[in-house]
């Protein structure tokens, strides 16, 4: 891409836009955009999150020149439209990653229907007429895979309870468009440095002992170093497949099935995991590995008595977890006063999962290449480490 695009992140603050920000404006090398805009609904001056350039631990100098962050409601039309205004002078936002949507696997249809498919209906309208060149959206892994086998973008996997269903009906609404660039990236379950949400987080926060023995079923994964690349290569990728108008605008009309020049009917889709082949067994004896600690499985008959009781259960193990996790953060030196980590386990999180995309396609066809294709005890250090650098995990000492 030449000259340097300029770029909107929309959402993803609580999710992979740091990731991404730090791929396009990295705080040591070239930047790959000339400017870019972050647009969300959360307040960073004072905090509600943590965001680059707005973090403590983010150096100040030449990553905030052309680093811009604007709070909006995006649920709101207009308020959508002028995210789209570049500052005086400089050109039009060429490139759009869409990282929007609610997370919280407790939500109603109704908050799901508005916080997530019409926000996303929103900025893919207003981008398609501002006749941006790439709408990449980022697809959370809210599908239940068949068991056997590593599933491609051509197989019909079903989404999973309500937060499923809302999100891939996004991608529908997205792909009706007319005149959206669109490309769709769907992930593995997230985990990485300043990755708050998600099950991933969830075990390595705090590692207990499964219901689900002996936990052989596919739980792909991907680091967020991976989402962000894979974002950009994605972005990259399609600009690169547009075909350019060369014929006679006045037989548009006369031909039957002709498009007018500035139609863009693309909506592929790329899955992108790891290479990790994960599992619940193996991502929980990796985690606990880092502690010292070991991943256990209750017995069969403990199993089944729980299962069916989930509800209650999550109770008693939250009253004994969030506790735990409490006492360590009171006990850290320096404490932790507040942190967006959490112990809390809901219904969703004990419940048994299978993910399971196969990653070939988007190597084979965009040449994407991982940065991260394990999840070793290393790269789990490495997510601790910058937890505990940003003052949010606790310190014990011996």
Request: aromatic share 8%; proline share 8%; glycine share 8%.
């Amino acid at each position: 891409m030449s000259p340097k695009p300029n770029v909107i992140i929309f959402g993803g603050l609580n999710t992979c836009s740091r990731a991404l920000t730090s791929v396009l404006v990295p705080l040591e090398g070239e930047a790959l955009v000339s400017n870019l805009r972050i647009v969300d609904k959360y307040s960073v001056e004072p905090p509600t999150t943590c965001e680059l350039p707005s973090c403590p631990s983010s150096p100040p100098g030449p990553i905030a020149n052309n680093v811009e962050y604007k709070q909006a409601n995006l649920t709101v039309p207009a308020i959508v439209s002028s995210s789209f205004d570049p500052p005086f002078g400089q050109e039009p936002y060429s490139l759009v990653f869409d990282l929007t949507g609610d997370v919280a696997h407790d939500r109603s249809e109704v908050v799901q229907v508005n916080h997530t498919c019409n926000v996303a209906r929103l900025i893919g309208g207003e981008a398609a007429r501002r006749n941006v060149k790439a709408y990449v959206r980022l697809q959370q892994p809210w599908y239940e895979s068949p068991e056997k086998g590593s599933h491609d973008e051509k197989e019909d996997v079903k989404p999973n309870g309500v937060i499923g269903t809302w999100w891939h009906e996004t991608l529908r609404i997205l792909g009706a468009i007319e005149g959206l660039n669109l490309v769709i990236v769907r992930v593995g379950l997230v985990y990485g440095p300043y990755i708050d949400f998600g099950l991933m987080t969830n075990v390595l926060t705090k590692p207990m002992k499964s219901l689900w023995s002996p936990g052989r079923n596919a739980m792909n994964t991907v680091h967020s170093d991976d989402v962000a690349g894979g974002l950009w290569a994605a972005a990259e990728w399609i600009v690169s497949q547009q075909i350019y108008w060369k014929n006679d605008k006045s037989k548009v009309p006369e031909v039957v099935g002709m498009q007018p020049p500035e139609k863009k009917i693309i909506v592929p889709l790329f899955n992108l995991t790891d290479d990790n082949g994960t599992t619940l067994d193996k991502a929980g004896k990796t985690m606990t590995g880092v502690f010292g600690t070991t991943f256990e499985y209750h017995n069969f008959v403990t199993s089944a008595m729980m299962r069916l009781r989930l509800e209650d259960l999550v109770e008693d193990i939250n009253e004994a977890h969030v506790s735990g996790w409490a006492e360590m953060l009171t006990r850290s030196d320096p404490p932790v006063t507040k942190t967006p980590l959490s112990a809390y386990m809901d219904p969703f999180s004990l419940s048994k999962h299978t993910v399971a995309f196969s990653n070939k396609k988007i190597q084979r066809i965009i040449g994407y290449h991982l940065r991260r294709p394990n999840m070793t005890a290393d790269v789990l250090y490495e997510i601790v480490d910058k937890w505990k650098a940003e003052g949010i995990w606790p310190t014990i000492g011996s």
